[in-house]
């Protein structure tokens, strides 16, 4: 696609909700299986906690939801937190909330992926060995779609986030419209005990109060990816602030709807779910193997008349496909985010490039390549992904509220409007507000998830911090030394070239290097040849004079048979004469057509070049000789990359008929 098309890609709100809001809506599908986890520590003693912990995560939504608005409206350039957080409190905090959400795009990849995977599982237990396999093939998917372009995984995504949210909407009045005729649903894990972990079944004070605040914290994974839609503002139709804070709107209501019912079905059906199975009584064969069901599989089963209804599989199925779906959520904000730091050269330049298809290539590439990693080295198992999770949002939501107060500050100090003023107040209470709410929260999550797990995040936070600021330190040094101050000066004439042809044996490579260095009419010019084998130098020298060839050989002696050295050590010596001179190096090579065949050529060159290049003053120029099996890339069949971007002709005849210039 074409630089001009980009517009192209921008994205209705019945799209944008899809691409930027799959994960907090997904998430509502493990958000209460996480807080019932963490609650059965006791047995089923503490479960008496979870409306009181459901009800706090669904304040915290909407405070966080009303906190984005603001930003949205005031920052719609698509920096999100990033961009507040660097604007109002430095570049460093920015960096930090840059390095937390980078950390947290990628759990949010592993942790949707593998919770998806988790429920194919409960529908199809035979597959349970195959969990590694599945996660890590599906984030392979899901990268090669999002490198098609954002409008086009907008549109393959729109389908199963609509799907899922009727079916979890349909399940939810189903399960109410039965308990109001008294006929409640009843989980199949209800007539199971949970055993207590040791002495847990006895919580009382602090112990219960921590029991419930690692609950709560567990649950705010419900709030993941809000941030999405403040970073993708540019991808929405103009209005975009407009567009952007609606679907945001209709992203947190249809999330806390669907939390809520889900929640409440869980405890009415009785469901019961454990870190272990072999802590549930009545666990018929090995329980170490039992594969426990989801709650969203205990809840369809229940509600639709058992795990082989249709109504069963269609909810399993769509809830595993938005779980998977649900890290494009951040295939879209992983990359964006990295392309805004590589612009601000915090990151390589790489980052910040689009591919043939307008999107962020290297970004999707190395978010799966990073998330894969994981799912594989914590074997696509929630319950472990899920400790290293959420701490980088709650970072980068503390720190932008922080910053959008301090922004209204700013604002206010010049505005004389009272209407602007008024508005502008408002918006600094609710951000005002959300600073309280989620720093709270950010230290809630420290403390019982630390230990647990989450200083990992923490750690790979710090690292990508400090790797950003080397990056930044790097390019401006690079910068700084670049930097033109006289050109009269920068741009003197070297007093003489020395040539130097780099010689092996006598073949028609050589003869064209010799004849391109003519053409440069060096002052001096040489052909050098190091004498590894005597017979072949010997038999050099003779053919040499046969031909009859000008220019003079030098043949450099090597006792140790080396070719680098003796011919990087004679270029300096040339340079250490004549500090004034330039030396250029002419380097024929072969040019093959078949990667195998690379392997059967010396490939000297490049090593020589890669020493020669370190040497101030000195030139090195490849003279290329095309061997027969490169004219293969006149093939249609093998077009090189970004050749149609291009508009290269791809065939020998295409090429044929471009018409020479008129001076030819």
Same mark, same amino acid.
């Given at each position: 696609?074409?630089?001009?098309?980009?517009?192209?890609?921008?994205?209705?709100?019945?799209?944008?909700?899809?691409?930027?809001?799959?994960?907090?809506?997904?998430?509502?599908?493990?958000?209460?299986?996480?807080?019932?986890?963490?609650?059965?520590?006791?047995?089923?003693?503490?479960? @008496?906690?979870?409306?009181?912990?459901?009800?706090?995560?669904?304040?915290?939504?909407?405070?966080?939801?009303?906190?984005?608005?603001? %930003?949205?409206?005031?920052?719609?350039?698509?920096?999100?937190?990033?961009?507040?957080?660097?604007?109002?409190?430095?570049?460093?905090?920015?960096? %930090?909330?840059?390095?937390?959400?980078?950390?947290?795009?990628?759990?949010?990849?592993?942790?949707?992926?593998?919770?998806?995977?988790?429920?194919?599982?409960?529908?199809?237990?035979?597959?349970?060995?195959?969990?590694?396999?599945?996660?890590?093939?599906?984030?392979? $998917?899901?990268?090669?779609?999002?490198?098609?372009?954002?409008?086009?995984?907008?549109?393959?995504?729109?389908?199963?986030?609509?799907?899922?949210?009727?079916?979890?909407?349909?399940?939810?009045?189903?399960?109410?419209?039965?308990?109001?005729?008294?006929?409640?649903?009843?989980?199949?894990?209800?007539?199971?005990?949970?055993?207590?972990?040791?002495?847990?079944?006895? $919580?009382?004070?602090?112990?219960?109060?921590?029991?419930?605040?690692?609950?709560?914290?567990?649950?705010?994974?419900?709030?993941?990816?809000?941030?999405? !839609?403040?970073?993708?503002?540019?991808?929405?139709?103009?209005?975009?602030?407009?567009?952007?804070?609606?679907?945001?709107?209709?992203?947190?209501?249809?999330?806390?709807?669907?939390?809520?019912?889900?929640?409440?079905?869980?405890?009415?059906?009785?469901?019961?779910?454990?870190?272990?199975?072999?802590?549930?009584?009545?666990?018929?064969?090995?329980?170490?193997?039992?594969?426990?069901?989801?709650?969203?599989?205990?809840?369809?089963?229940?509600?639709?008349?058992?795990?082989?209804?249709?109504?069963? @599989?269609? !909810?399993?199925?769509?809830?595993?496909?938005?779980?998977?779906?649900?890290?494009?959520?951040?295939?879209?904000?992983?990359?964006?985010?990295?392309?805004?730091?590589?612009?601000?050269?915090?990151?390589?330049?790489?980052?910040?490039?689009?591919?043939?298809?307008?999107?962020?290539?290297?970004?999707?590439?190395?978010?799966?390549?990073?998330?894969?990693?994981?799912?594989?080295?914590?074997?696509?198992?929630?319950?472990?992904?899920?400790?290293? &999770?959420?701490?980088?949002?709650?970072?980068?939501?503390?720190?932008?509220?922080?910053?959008?107060?301090?922004?209204?500050?700013?604002?206010?100090?010049?505005?004389?409007?009272?209407?602007?003023?008024?508005?502008?107040?408002?918006?600094?209470?609710?951000?005002?507000?959300?600073?309280?709410?989620?720093?709270?929260?950010?230290?809630?999550?420290?403390?019982?998830?630390?230990?647990?797990?989450?200083?990992?995040?923490?750690?790979?936070?710090?690292?990508?911090?400090?790797?950003?600021?080397?990056?930044?330190?790097?390019?401006?040094?690079?910068?700084?030394? $670049?930097?033109?101050?006289?050109?009269?000066?920068?741009?003197?004439?070297?007093?003489?070239?020395?040539?130097?042809?780099?010689?092996?044996?006598?073949?028609?490579?050589?003869?064209?290097?010799?004849? &391109?260095?003519?053409?440069?009419?060096?002052?001096?010019?040489?052909?050098?040849?190091?004498?590894?084998?005597?017979?072949?130098?010997?038999?050099?020298?003779?053919?040499?004079?046969?031909?009859?060839?000008?220019?003079?050989?030098?043949?450099?002696?090597?006792?140790?048979?080396?070719?680098?050295?003796? %011919?990087?050590?004679?270029?300096?010596?040339?340079?250490?004469?004549?500090?004034?001179?330039?030396?250029?190096?002419?380097?024929?090579?072969?040019?093959?057509?078949?990667?195998?065949?690379? $392997?059967?050529?010396?490939?000297?060159?490049?090593?020589?070049?890669?020493?020669?290049?370190?040497?101030?003053? %000195?030139?090195?120029?490849?003279?290329?000789?095309?061997?027969?099996?490169?004219?293969?890339?006149?093939?249609?069949?093998?077009?090189?990359?970004?050749?149609?971007?291009?508009?290269?002709?791809?065939?020998?005849?295409?090429?044929?008929?471009?018409?020479?210039?008129?001076?030819?």
């Amino acid at each position: 696609m074409r630089s001009e098309e980009l517009g192209e890609t921008l994205l209705p709100k019945r799209l944008a909700l899809p691409i930027f809001a799959s994960d907090p809506l997904s998430s509502v599908a493990y958000a209460t299986q996480e807080i019932l986890l963490v609650l059965t520590v006791g047995g089923s003693a503490f479960l @008496y906690l979870s409306p009181w912990v459901a009800a706090g995560v669904v304040a915290l939504m909407a405070v966080v939801v009303m906190s984005y608005r603001q %930003v949205v409206h005031a920052y719609p350039s698509g920096g999100g937190s990033y961009e507040v957080v660097s604007k109002n409190l430095g570049a460093n905090s920015g960096l %930090v909330v840059a390095a937390s959400l980078l950390v947290d795009y990628v759990m949010t990849v592993a942790v949707s992926v593998a919770s998806g995977v988790d429920n194919i599982i409960s529908a199809f237990p035979g597959i349970a060995g195959y969990r590694v396999v599945l996660s890590v093939g599906f984030v392979v $998917l899901l990268a090669a779609m999002n490198l098609r372009g954002v409008r086009e995984s907008g549109k393959a995504f729109a389908a199963p986030t609509y799907l899922f949210i009727g079916g979890i909407l349909l399940m939810v009045v189903t399960g109410f419209v039965r308990l109001a005729f008294g006929d409640a649903p009843v989980a199949s894990s209800a007539g199971m005990g949970i055993l207590p972990v040791d002495g847990k079944d006895s $919580l009382a004070g602090l112990g219960l109060l921590m029991l419930g605040l690692r609950a709560f914290a567990s649950g705010c994974t419900a709030l993941t990816g809000v941030e999405a !839609i403040s970073n993708g503002v540019p991808a929405f139709r103009t209005p975009k602030a407009k567009n952007a804070a609606s679907t945001m709107s209709v992203m947190g209501i249809t999330a806390v709807v669907m939390f809520i019912g889900i929640t409440a079905l869980a405890l009415i059906s009785k469901v019961h779910y454990v870190d272990s199975a072999c802590r549930l009584t009545g666990v018929t064969g090995d329980c170490s193997t039992f594969a426990q069901p989801t709650v969203i599989a205990q809840l369809a089963a229940a509600i639709f008349g058992g795990d082989r209804s249709i109504l069963f @599989y269609f !909810i399993q199925a769509v809830t595993a496909l938005v779980l998977i779906l649900a890290a494009n959520t951040a295939f879209n904000g992983f990359p964006l985010l990295a392309s805004i730091l590589a612009e601000h050269r915090y990151l390589p330049r790489q980052m910040h490039t689009r591919g043939d298809r307008l999107a962020f290539s290297n970004g999707i590439i190395a978010l799966a390549v990073v998330a894969g990693g994981l799912l594989w080295l914590y074997d696509a198992d929630v319950t472990s992904l899920i400790h290293l &999770y959420i701490l980088g949002v709650f970072t980068s939501f503390t720190l932008s509220q922080i910053g959008m107060v301090r922004h209204w500050n700013r604002a206010l100090a010049t505005e004389t409007d009272p209407a602007v003023r008024a508005s502008a107040q408002r918006s600094r209470v609710i951000n005002g507000f959300g600073a309280f709410v989620t720093a709270l929260v950010l230290v809630i999550v420290l403390l019982t998830k630390f230990t647990q797990g989450a200083w990992l995040a923490v750690v790979a936070a710090v690292v990508l911090w400090v790797m950003m600021r080397g990056i930044r330190r790097h390019y401006d040094r690079v910068a700084e030394e $670049l930097a033109v101050e006289d050109a009269d000066a920068e741009s003197v004439r070297p007093s003489r070239v020395h040539g130097i042809v780099l010689v092996s044996k006598l073949h028609k490579p050589t003869l064209r290097a010799l004849g &391109y260095a003519q053409a440069f009419r060096p002052d001096e010019l040489e052909a050098v040849s190091v004498a590894v084998e005597q017979d072949a130098t010997d038999a050099l020298r003779e053919q040499w004079l046969e031909h009859g060839i000008q220019v003079p050989l030098k043949v450099l002696d090597s006792p140790y048979r080396e070719i680098t050295k003796p %011919v990087v050590g004679y270029v300096r010596s040339i340079r250490r004469t004549s500090p004034r001179d330039a030396v250029a190096v002419f380097i024929p090579e072969y040019v093959v057509g078949r990667w195998w065949e690379n $392997l059967l050529h010396n490939q000297s060159a490049l090593w020589l070049k890669s020493r020669l290049l370190f040497t101030p003053g %000195v030139m090195v120029i490849s003279v290329p000789w095309q061997l027969s099996s490169a004219g293969r890339a006149d093939h249609p069949s093998r077009r090189a990359p970004g050749s149609v971007r291009r508009g290269e002709p791809t065939t020998r005849s295409e090429r044929d008929r471009i018409p020479a210039p008129e001076n030819a």
